[in-house]
């Protein structure tokens, strides 16, 4: 019979042997990190208390550390204030040294350009002051600096007479100049009738059936509209009198009082002034010639839909079609800032066709609209086209967006203010240029929105001829006044009487740049 013998004492012999390894292990743990607890194990309540202490330590390091870095910011900032300070000392200097009468306006001058100069490198360092890719003296704090353009110019009016500028080659809205459109009037101002006596005015003749007021004359023509017959005047607003003919060119308003004014039905247009006569004492009338006044731009307000994968919208000839599903900002932004006649934008979730003719786009705004402008400027334009919600080749839609032109925005004739020539305002300010006649200029000043004011009106640099102002950049930058880039800029006024004309305008974003005013 076979036996199986076990060697028990090698058995506990490998037991004690096992754990004597496991125990040596632990002990070289302990003696290779130094620590007493490396595991639960080793103490489960002190590995616990020692996490928790291990916790704040931690914390506390890192606090000492952003402690660090809060003090490194600090550090930046007071460097870079220490040379604006330097530099505002300085430019204290220059105005303590401008203000001495020994100097004459040249002189002057070259104070200036380096006090401008001095001023374009405080914006410098406020703008370009950054720690860790923020900026910390230029107001925005907390927003990454990314890639932006060197200029950004915007512009706004201030006042009715102020001029639109945009960046590059400067260009105007007409809406934003005065308008000194009129339609023309008359102040007719009526004497006392007789019997048998008579007044026509606009064609309606008064005859007095018995003694009549002036009051009473005027108040017969009163309230009337253009080609009322005399049957057609209310019989309670005539007394003691008869009236035949017709009111015609002309309407009238009310009146309590023996002056009454007519005013031509023709809108703001010169036409033949008013014509009168009377058998008793002559009237007493002033009259008032009409104005064309200022034309109108025509802009539209497109607001545009979402597009599926395939969707067209034309606008203008241009017809955008998605690639991909574009949301309604998108497609704004796809028909943003187009010139006319280009053939493309600047979207990458789709492709463009056609050519964007008679007008131009503006950029999105807050509402995801965008405003086109027509390229016939002061005059009546043909309604901007777009594709109507229709089927096209492959059974696809044409979309259409939502065409908004505001009364105030229709084209019409009229007079404006073109700004034109190479260059542009490299300085943020407000231009006064008054002429003298035809040919000739009294003032022409730049005032900065600091309130320095620049006289433009040396070395012959604002000129006029045929019209046309003309501020010429060589000449003012040899008197030290350096408010032009590019080149000359001009002025020209369009079927206007002779006024004083200011320019209003500012840049953001570039080292020019000054205080956006209120």
Known sequence: ?????????????????????????????????????????????????????????????????????????????????????????????????????????????????????LKKQVVQIADNTEWNGFPVLNGSTGERVGIKPVYKTT?????????????????TSSTTVLDNKLNESAAVTFQPLTLGQSVTVGGLTL??????????????????????????????????????????????AATTTAALTFT???????????????????????????????????????????????????????????TVANSGAEVAEAFANIAASATTGSSTKGTYSGTLTAFSSGPKNASSDVTFTSTTRFATATDIAVSSNTTVSGGQIALSPTVSTPAAKQGAAGGGIYLGGAGAFAKSGSLSVVAGGATSVTSATFTLDDGQILDLNVNSAVTITGGIVTI???????????????????????????????????????????????
């Open 1 to 117: 019979m076979a036996v199986i013998n076990t060697n028990v004492k090698a058995l506990f012999s490998q037991a004690a042997l096992k754990l004597t390894e496991r125990n040596q292990q632990v002990s070289m743990q302990q003696l290779s990190t130094g620590k007493r607890i490396n595991s639960s194990r080793d103490d489960a309540a002190g590995m616990a208390i020692a996490t928790r202490m291990t916790q704040q330590v931690r914390s506390l390091n890192q606090a000492v550390r952003n402690a660090g870095d809060a003090i490194t910011l600090i550090q930046t900032a007071e460097g870079a204030t220490n040379e604006i300070t330097d530099m505002m000392q300085r430019m204290r200097e220059l105005a303590i040294q401008a203000s001495n009468d020994t100097n004459n306006n040249e002189q002057r001058s070259y104070l200036d350009l380096e006090f401008q100069q």
């Open 264 to 322: 031509s039905a023709s809108t703001y247009t010169n036409v033949t002034d008013l014509v009168y006569t009377t058998t008793g004492t002559a009237l007493s009338v002033t009259n008032t010639d009409g104005r064309t006044g200022l034309g109108v731009t025509e802009s539209s307000v497109l607001t545009f839909p979402a597009m599926s994968k395939g969707q067209t919208i034309t606008v203008a000839g241009l017809t955008y079609t998605a």
């Open 472 to 518: 010429n950049k060589t000449l003012l930058e040899r008197a030290g006044i350096n408010i032009l880039s590019g080149g000359d800029v001009t002025l020209t006024q369009k079927n206007l009487c002779r006024r004083r004309r200011r320019l209003r305008l500012w840049r953001r974003g570039g080292p020019d740049s000054g205080p956006r005013p209120a």
């Open 207 to 252: 005859t007095a059936t018995g003694a009549v007021t002036a009051i009473e004359a005027a108040a017969a023509f009163k309230s009337l509209a253009a080609g009322t017959a005399a049957a057609s005047v209310p019989a309670g607003q005539i007394t003691n009198a008869t009236m035949s003919g017709t009111l015609t060119g002309f309407s009238t």
């Open 155 to 171: 512009s706004e009016p201030t006042v009715a007479e102020d001029i639109v500028v945009t960046a590059g080659i400067p260009t």
